[in-house]
């Protein structure tokens, strides 16, 4: 299985805005909208932060937004919080013979 | 409120076996897919396995293809990983997690440490 690739880090400050990228190939990211984002904060097991590409499940704050454009993915997370610091995992379905494939990680740092 | 509860996590001797169980609560059990998703000490999750709601359909990656064996039991709210030849590559914290319309992991357990050392 190849992980999509991440940015190792990202940061920002309180109140500002930080984008990370995912980006696979078009068999998986570009080629099917089923894209979700994870937040895994240390010893703690990953959170379900968006699916299919840009839909929030119930209790996600809306600061949590995805994007895609071809083969790459995005989460946006604005109005940056100090609790927003932690890891990052995108997934996408990697057709029928990787179904699943997640991401390298980018760890989020609030300034 | 959905919980899932991984335990049988242990050091094993490469080439040993394992079996690992998720209790599942707070929603229709059998109603869900059900995955195993691990994660090695600092790398990103990797997907293992998962399994129908009624059980009869199973897949695997290929790193454990052959190796290891997933099932679940509706009448008791659990699943299982069997783990055989396990090597050092297997060392990893394990999780269950359930299906969100097929392509999304949405609620995960609290994991269970699988270390593979001699």
């Known amino acids: 299985q190849s992980a999509l690739t991440q940015p190792p880090s990202a940061s920002g400050s309180p109140g500002q805005s930080v984008t990370i990228s995912c980006t696979g190939t078009?068999?998986?990211?570009?080629?099917?909208?089923?894209v979700s984002w994870y937040q895994q904060h240390p010893g703690k097991a990953p959170k379900f932060l968006i699916y299919?590409?840009?839909k929030r499940p119930s209790g996600v704050p809306d600061r949590f937004s995805g994007s895609k454009s071809g083969n790459t993915a995005s989460l946006t997370v604005s109005g940056l919080q100090a609790e927003d610091e932690a890891d990052y995992y995108c997934s996408s379905h990697g057709g029928s013979d990787n179904l699943y494939v997640f991401g390298t990680g980018t760890k989020v740092t609030v300034l | 409120e959905v919980q899932l509860v991984e335990s049988g996590g242990t050091l094993v001797q490469p080439g040993g076996s394992l079996r690992l169980s998720c209790a599942a609560s707070?929603?229709?059990?059998?109603?869900?897919?059900m995955y195993w998703v691990r994660q090695a000490p600092g790398k990103g999750p990797e997907w293992v396995s998962r399994?129908?709601?009624?059980?009869?359909?199973?897949s695997y990656a290929d790193s454990v293809q052959g190796r290891f064996s997933m099932s679940r039991d509706n009448t008791k709210d659990t699943l299982h990983l069997q783990m055989n030849s396990l090597r050092a590559e297997d060392t990893a914290v394990y999780y269950c997690a359930r299906d969100h319309w097929g392509w999304a992991f949405d609620h995960w357990g609290q994991g269970t440490l699988v270390t593979v050392s001699s």
């Open positions: 299919e590409v840009n």
């Open positions: 078009s068999s998986d990211v570009g080629g099917y909208n089923f």
């Open positions: 399994v129908s709601g009624d059980g009869s359909t199973t």
């Open positions: 707070g929603f229709p059990f059998s109603n869900y897919w």
